[in-house]
């Protein structure tokens, strides 16, 4: 079992930035590809970005490419989502995820791929 912890959600005002941390605890000696998704009010949960056990690989959706950035710290166990020119449409809750991966080039676009999932942390952009 494996346990996800994200911080460093709050309020901000468009064009601020943000890091969110996900901290994880629990089975080692596995190899997980790590990922950010969010769920607005009303909407359906959306993949935001990814990365690879070995960090060297990371995946974005389109509307966030070139202004979120995601890494890791293995020695840490942790993963980060860097957030910077936020705007309204990024307010949602965010959630860190893990899935179990024999590659450690490799992570998933899809939440079915993803065996451990987060309480979240709420992100809020006022315009």
């Known amino acids: 079992q494996v346990q996800l912890v994200e911080s460093g959600g709050g309020l901000v005002q468009a064009g601020g930035s943000l890091r969110l941390s996900c901290a994880a605890s629990?089975?080692?000696?596995?190899?997980?590809?790590m990922a950010w998704f969010r769920q607005a009010p009303g909407k359906e949960r959306e993949f935001v970005a990814a990365?690879?056990?070995?960090?060297?690989?990371?995946g974005f959706a389109d509307s966030v490419k070139g202004r979120f950035t995601i890494s890791r710290d293995n020695a840490k166990n942790t993963v980060y989502l860097q957030m910077n020119s936020l705007n309204p449409e990024d307010t949602a809750v965010y959630y860190c995820?893990?899935?179990?991966?024999?590659?450690?080039?490799?992570?998933?676009?899809?939440?079915?791929?993803?065996?451990?999932w987060g309480q979240g942390t709420q992100v809020t952009v006022s315009s």
């Open positions: 995820a893990a899935g179990l991966t024999y590659y450690s080039s490799s992570y998933y676009y899809t939440g079915d791929d993803y065996n451990y």
């Open positions: 629990g089975r080692s000696g596995s190899r997980y590809a």
């Open positions: 990365i690879s056990w070995s960090g060297g690989s990371t």
